[in-house]
């Protein structure tokens, strides 16, 4: 192999290819037979290729150039004691030979692998293969049927075992080069080696996405953050896509637009859960990036078919269809299911065909053992396929790849996270990267810039550490933020008196304070305890450090208020004997949301006693169950009623100077319009929804009220909800939350806040829906004051 080979990018395809046309299900056609996958697009058609005993646990799969199929056989992941299957991995080429629509003559093209994840079709014949280990191309040069040339692209070095969070995700863009991920390996150790020696080393960092050359030279990481990126594909304009799955508490999984660069947030160092306050999964911190769509669970595939893209969810049994819409200098999607099954339709992979279907792998079971069963589906249209084209690459698009090149102060400011990142990675590496540059940089986001930049720059230690010091020290808290993230990631324990300096600081950000100890803690230990709060000691011993009451505020705020050392006791102690101010409020702020049994009687007495001020007795009467109103009450307390829709006339009624206090007795309030039942503000609430904290600081106040008024327009990619019809005929909206840890039941959250869970084994259909699980009728629940009020809250 020489990798200054010029490549030849083959795009020709044999004519041979199998006509599939039996056991077709066409969608919305008549009842299916129980236990087939249904067709949920008009126009569609599914068709079995093959099934067990001639394939059997299905993976990777592709098409040679000669219109074959080839699909990776697993008979290593995880195979029982008594496995009777072979013993390795096997590459099946699968044809149909009497033109039937069924694959007739099965051959093993390669064998002698193990822990075989993906596949693809190369340049000049080569089929490319990932494994755990490895990534090679093969291909058979005397044209028997067998592989016969071998040729290593990347080695993987670690002692990482597990079988699928190591190399897998094999795509090709139109240049020629080879993308691949790798995954989270459990956070061990590894060095990555390409073919002409280019050594990439790490561990702990989560899962990564690489580019080379076809031959394995040049090997660069292009972007980091993911669990693990199994599938990766690229649309008609060069946009590069992967799709992943998600932490141990953190759906949904992600469809996500891959930029050089890119930090996706998810690192495992920090745990499985996607929680810790060092890990973002949608562009939460500074210097991570949001996704395009949430997808089903466990996402195993993604491609690009008739200017869509698809992706399979292994977890719950469908292939999803995602429509791409520009957004800035990225896009976001609309999600929808184009084929749906039951518990035992498992797709894998796909592979467009000579004839422009689309095939695609089922491992059936969700056994992760091999099991011998399997099968291979196509997917067709029955007519010439409705014409769509991916969006083309938009003005922010283009600006952002303008100023990936060339520093552009002004783009560094955006709050496009996209169009900020590209103007950002044009410092990488920059003799702009200087502490004494910093002076003349006014805007926070161009700082933050900087230090972004810094922290994938080769540095002196010297200029590296300046840099930090000088981040660390910044006004603004979400550059402070990424600093203790840049010091926890890269393990700087020379820092760690500076991160208990920052505590001695006039520090009043939440997300920053449980970051910085978190990162103490990480420094201090090198690990996370599954179950335990990130730097629970330190928030637990905060809560009694009178001598540092901001500290005592701040963990009041970020410890849940059901901690067993928040208990009533303590926190009507604070309320009536703390000589601070924002420690008396804060301790009444959590008694106010506090759910222990003592708690209301605690509440009743705090807000009937004269001697607390009364904005305090305000706060914890807000927690107070009230008084079931009638509809008359509703009624005469209604708002005026412009069209929800008519933010000009919301917004000219909601004039004038609210109350953040009163806002925030309104979000958190006991009864009905509820925020905090899905929302976080300022460390309390619910996960349920996006944390609202900071986001006066990047929305307009018009498009504040937009939100609250019609929650509809737009929904972020983690909250679109279901429209799930059971087997009795009942209608049943929610966004899910996920399924139980033994795949039978599937948790959802309705418009009021509850919860409700369901087999699903009783869910007939489901369709995402363009309505919110936010109420609609907000502004005939709250009072023209109300509102105003809560926007006066959000705007902070």
Sequence with gaps: MHCDTPMIHSALFCVTSMLLVTMAITGHAAEPVAGEPQVLIPGLTLELVAREPDIVTPIGVTFDHRGRLLVVESHTHFPPDD??????DRIRILEDIDGDGKADRFGTFLDGIIKTMSLRRGPDDWIYVATRWNIFRTRDTDDDGRADAKEVIATLETEGDYPHNGLSGLCFDAAGHLYFGLGENLGKDYTLVGSDGTKLTGGGEGGNIYRCTAEGCGLHQVATGFWNPFGICTDSVGRVFAVG?????SPPCRLVHIVEGGDYGYQFRYGRTGRHPLQAWDGELPGTLPMVAGTGEAPSGVVLWH??????????????????????????????VAVQGDDQFRPVDFAIAPDGSLYFTDWVSRSYNVHGKGRVWRLRWTEDP??????????????????????????MTSDDPFLHHAAMMALVDSPLLAPAKLSALTHPRQRLAVFEAASRSALPADRRDALIAAALADSDPSVRLYAVRW???????????????????????????KAVLAAREWLDTGKVERGRIAGEPALVAALSDHLRPRLQALALKSLPPDHEAMTVELLVALVTKSQDVSVRKEAGRTLAISRRPDAEEARRAIA?????PADIRNDVRAGIAPVEKTTADAQENASPAPSPGDTDAWLSLLEGKGSADRGWRVFF?????????????????????????????????????????????????????????TDAGQVLTG????VSNDGKNERFLTTDGKQFEIPRSRIESRTLTSQSIMPDNLHRQLSVDELRDVLSLLSQ
Excluded at 83 to 88: E, F, L
Excluded at 487 to 513: C, K, N, P, Y
Excluded at 608 to 612: A, F, H, K, S, T
Excluded at 735 to 738: A, C, E, N, P, V
């Design 83 to 88: 496995y009777a299957g072979p013993k390795t």
């Design 245 to 249: 799955n998600d932490p141990d508490a």
């Design 307 to 336: 200017g869509r893209l698809y992706s399979s969810s292994w977890g719950e049994h469908r292939v999803e269809r995602f429509t791409l819409k520009p957004r800035g200098a990225s896009v976001s999607a609309d999600r929808e």
């Design 386 to 411: 409705p014409e769509h084209s991916v969006p083309p690459l938009s003005a922010d698009e283009k600006l952002a790849e303008r100023v990936s090149r060339k520093p552009d102060w002004d783009a």
């Design 487 to 513: 010091i926890a990631g890269d393990g700087l324990a020379e820092f760690r008196t500076s991160l208990d300096a920052l505590l001695d600081d006039d520090l009043t950000s939440v997300a920053l304070f």
């Design 608 to 612: 009937d006693n004269p001697g607390i």
């Design 669 to 725: 309030r006991q009864g009905t319009a509820r925020c905090a039942n899905c929302h976080r503000f300022d460390g309390r609430g619910a996960d349920v929804g996006p944390d609202l904290t900071a986001i006066g600081k990047r929305t307009s106040r018009r498009r504040l009220a937009e939100s609250v008024l019609t929650p509809s327009r737009e929904i972020g990619p983690r909250y679109v909800p279901w429209a799930v019809v």
């Design 735 to 738: 966004m899910s939350l996920g």
